[in-house]
């Protein structure tokens, strides 16, 4: 996965369908990207770094591509993959997750069962037991993987606006948000577009 060379809306799409893989002390997690949200740094109204804002919270927004940024929200861990330079404050959120192994642990975790074990940016972090110090490490090189050989490829992907981005101009409806149309681990999808997991992969 090149997240140097290419635009952050191009990574955010070719993410649906890459497996993901976090190892913790007991057991492996993977699953499959099927909803991701790009965020655009400097002009991005809903950005972490929207004109160029940096905290210490912040501060793995601008490493290196390649970069875990993990920030937590009403209590949720959510995962942003860094897309560009060092500097250029972009990424991708990983929204959901279509879980594969180690799901009767998830369910554990998440005290939920079905759909609801991953289908959103705070549950499958929960789901897969990610931990908050994650944030600054680099994919690939620790307990986070993604998979980019044994992937499934998408029938048909979604852009629409993202979520949880009220007030914010343009850029609250801005099509920056991609799914992998008719998934049902898709966030707040409707039951009525849902269609059997596999019926979604090519």
Do not use: C
Request: hydrophobic fraction near 30%.
């Amino acid at each position: 996965m090149d997240f140097l060379q290419r635009d952050t809306t191009t990574i955010a799409k070719d993410l649906l369908g890459v497996k993901v893989i976090y190892h913790d002390e007991q057991q492996t997690f993977t699953g499959y990207i099927v909803e991701t949200e790009a965020y655009l740094g400097f002009d991005d109204k809903a950005a972490h770094g929207f004109n160029g804002k940096r905290t210490p919270k912040v501060a793995s927004l601008y490493k290196q591509g390649g970069t875990i940024y993990a920030h937590v929200m009403h209590t949720h861990l959510l995962i942003n993959f860094v897309t560009q330079q060092a500097d250029i404050p972009e990424g991708v959120l990983i929204r959901a997750v279509e879980p594969e192994e180690g799901i009767e642990t998830m369910a554990y975790h998440r005290g939920k069962t079905g759909y609801d074990i991953t289908n959103g940016p705070g549950k499958w972090t929960k789901a897969f037991n990610i931990p908050r110090h994650i944030d600054g490490s680099r994919l690939n090189e620790g307990n986070l993987i993604i998979d980019t050989k044994n992937r499934k490829y998408p029938r048909a992907i979604v852009e629409d606006g993202r979520i949880g981005i009220p007030n914010k101009g343009e850029w609250t409806h801005k099509p920056l948000r991609y799914t992998v149309k008719g998934n049902p681990y898709v966030s707040r999808l409707k039951k009525s577009a849902m269609l059997p997991p596999d019926e979604t992969w090519k």
